[in-house]
């Protein structure tokens, strides 16, 4: 029952959208591009085949408008929607109206995402297929009358033992979240996480949790289609993190096993059939020091840090999602899936590391990404775009792959040293120190490493080397900078039209 | 034949750069602050163009670019050797100007915006007493939030902004008397 489709629409920007676009081409396909006012001339929309306006500027008015995506693909004859991350990417509602209107929406069904968008709701499902999940606590309390839950709160608690985390059920961003080491914390920690639940959500729910030291993120890739066939491809470990947003993503993760690799990999499968999951999708685990592992959630798109997983792999995971919504099956079987060397993901943002990472706007005078024998990089931007405050700072990816880790390291390490971008600041530099770091090298990384280790990229008057110094004053002696600059020299010349190029051979 | 002094935003002391040029050799002399006597480079210039060149210094082979960060073209960032800088030029015989652009200059009490970005929220009138980290505007540029808030005990004086506004870096947003003493 395979329906080839002629023409996708690609319901998002920046380098995803590029990334998509590229292999949608390569695979014969008609590309509908969707643009913003600011994005009129960005990257993604110049490749496409075709390109319709969304008016406005920010997302709510732009990449947001279902309706109006939606009758622009009717309108385009789409077959269908690839919602790239972020956006609509995880919205049922959105997949349920694709589905109404005859376009195939890319992705998982819409009461999957549904489902997998309810933490609690994903929590019982995945417990009861024998996931394993983070132990803890939840009930229905009336957090007004504390003190005569209190009873209740304290056996729960020691049975799941310290340091364990109050959380809002209707939590988010940390809001209503207390970490608690001790019996005796625990009275004022739930009060004040109920009443700051309330105050932010009008919610005063609670439940407890254990609290994992230190931390892994570790996920992996699943991916199912409609004959039954459900495989992953491997972990990706995510724990190089910046307020709870992954930074550097690497496979394999240096925690893993042969036999927790397998552990883990089983988990994930059974996680994706008790959903019959389809399409790509993500479970992700946290994993404590000794090796205990519990699913934490589903992400049902196409992760960022995809590109890691297709570097080991060898496949094209966009390759595979058409195949899969064509409704073909899987071009890959779990036996004949391998991880193969090792792949690094960093992630440039537009931010300045040393002003606390504050975003940074302004036009791209010099966009010059990396290349070379292992190097990838998903790029959103080109030299002379325009970097606004509308829409996510990441401009691009860098992926290298190598044999092995410390040689995959090395190369990101010489990419990033060769990768100038100009016209903004971006985190190019702090990703290269945050590789170089020892604990980085040796792979004892978690969530909290880098509020562990004060990684800055700062420079001082007095760590910045002569040459650069010279090099600051030649490079402005070109025309601007100097005082005397018209002064004429013995001969009558300026040493800038002195120089020569190189020897001649 | 020419000098430029230099520093990293924010410092007061620049490093004062000399060029000679001896015949088609240019000597670079680099006096940094807090030193007796200047580092002595040699250099060449291998090909330049307007904001992007091949230098040598010292027989290493130096690719650098350079961009403005400002219409003045008093602010510029240059890549060189896998870092990036920015510098400000200090004119020859000018005294610094002071202090960064942290947001808040506590002396004067303007608050400014430390980011370009959309005026979330505003969270006094005009009038009000304020205690030193209330939060007086949220601003959010790319998805990220911020709050600004009071540098010390005060009273609101003036709101520049409105709700929903969008705002270039430096914008003041509002300007904040301080609470005298004994008064």
């Known amino acids: 029952m395979s329906n080839p489709f002629k023409k996708v629409l690609i319901a998002n920007r920046g380098e995803i959208a590029v990334r998509i676009t590229k292999t949608l081409q390569e695979m014969g396909l008609q590309v509908i591009a969707l643009y913003s006012d600011a994005d009129k001339n ?214 893993l096993t042969p036999e927790l690799r397998d552990a883990m990999g089983q988990a994930a499968i059974n996680a994706a059939k008790a959903i019959h999951y389809t399409n790509a999708g993500t479970v992700e685990f946290i994993l404590s020091e000794d090796g205990s592992f519990y699913f934490l959630e589903v992400n049902t798109r196409l992760q960022v840090e995809h590109p890691v997983t297709e570097m080991v792999t060898r496949q094209d995971l966009v390759q595979a999602q058409i195949a899969v919504a064509q409704g073909e099956p899987l071009p890959f079987k779990q036996d004949n899936l391998t991880q193969t060397g090792h792949a690094i993901e960093c992630r440039i943002y537009a931010e300045d590391a040393s002003r606390n990472f504050m975003p940074s706007i302004g036009q791209l005078v010099h966009y010059l990404p990396p290349d070379g024998p292992g190097i990838r990089v998903d790029s959103g931007v080109d030299s002379g775009a325009e970097v606004s405050i509308h829409y996510d700072p990441m401009l691009s990816k860098l992926i290298v792959w190598a044999e092995d880790r410390k040689k995959a390291m090395a190369k990101a ?18 990703l290269r120190d945050v590789i170089k770091h020892p604990q980085f090298q040796s792979g004892v990384i978690h969530t909290h490493f880098l509020e562990e280790h004060s990684i800055t990229s700062e420079h001082t008057m007095e760590d910045i080397p002569d040459v650069v110094w010279a090099a600051v004053a030649l490079a402005l002696g070109n025309g601007h900078g100097l005082e005397s600059e018209r002064t004429l020299t013995h001969n009558g010349e300026s040493p800038w039209l002195l120089a020569n190029g190189w020897r001649a051979y | 034949m020419g000098r430029i002094q230099l520093t990293l935003p924010g410092h007061d002391q620049p490093v004062v750069i000399d060029l000679t040029l001896n015949g088609s050799a240019l000597t670079v002399g680099c006096h940094k602050p807090d030193t007796d006597s200047p580092q002595t480079l040699q250099a060449r210039i291998i090909s330049q163009k307007e904001n992007q060149g091949l230098l040598e210094i010292d027989g290493q082979v130096v690719p650098y670019y350079t961009a403005y960060s400002d219409p003045g073209k008093k602010m510029v960032q240059i890549w060189v050797l896998g870092n990036l800088y920015t510098f400000e030029k200090i004119p020859i015989g000018a005294k610094r100007s002071r202090g960064g652009n942290q947001g808040i200059s506590n002396a004067s009490g303007d608050l400014k915006a430390t980011m370009p970005g959309k005026v979330l929220g505003i969270k006094v009138t005009v009038g009000d007493s304020v205690s030193p980290d209330d939060t007086i505007i949220i601003m959010e540029s790319m998805k990220m939030e911020m709050s600004l808030n009071a540098p010390f005990k005060g009273i609101v004086k003036s709101i520049g902004v409105n709700e929903g506004d969008v705002v270039e870096i430096n914008t003041l947003l509002a300007q904040l008397q301080p609470e005298t003493i004994n008064d």
Not at chain 1, 93 to 108: L, T, V
Not at chain 1, 144 to 152: D, I, N, P, R, V
Not at chain 1, 185 to 207: K, T, V, Y
Not at chain 1, 413 to 430: D, I, K
Request: some cysteine; hydrophobic content about 40%; aromatic content about 8%.
């Open chain 1, 42 to 255: 960005a990257l993604h929309v110049r490749m496409a085949d075709e390109a319709y306006h969304l008016p406005g500027n920010t997302a709510a008015e732009t990449y947001l408008q279902q309706g109006l995506i939606l009758d622009i693909a009717k309108q385009a004859n789409a077959d269908a929607i690839h919602p790239g991350y972020g956006f609509l990417s995880e919205n049922a509602a959105f997949a349920k109206a694709c589905k109404q209107a005859g376009i195939m929406f890319i992705g998982p069904k819409p009461e999957v995402i549904e489902s997998m968008g309810d933490k609690i709701v994903a929590k019982a499902i995945m417990e009861k297929a024998g996931v394993p999940v983070v132990p803890g606590w939840s009930g229905d309390l009336d957090m007004s009358k504390l003190a005569g839950e209190l009873k209740t709160l304290s056996k729960a608690a020691d049975a799941i033992g310290y340091p364990l985390l109050v959380k809002a059920a209707a939590g988010g961003g940390g809001k209503g979240m207390r970490l608690v080491h001790k019996a005796s914390e625990l009275p004022d920690a739930l009060e004040s996480a109920a009443r700051e639940a309330q105050n932010a959500f009008g919610d005063n729910r609670i439940f407890l949790e254990k609290y994992i030291t230190r931390p892994r993120h570790v996920e992996f890739q699943i991916f199912g289609d409609d004959h039954g066939n459900v495989v992953h491809l491997f972990e990706r470990e995510c724990s190089i993190q910046r307020r709870h947003q992954k930074i550097i993503e690497e496979t394999p993760s240096p925690a």
């Open chain 1, 413 to 430: 390490e010489w990419a990033l040293n060769h990768f100038p971008v100009l016209g903004v600041m971006t985190n190019t530099c702090f």
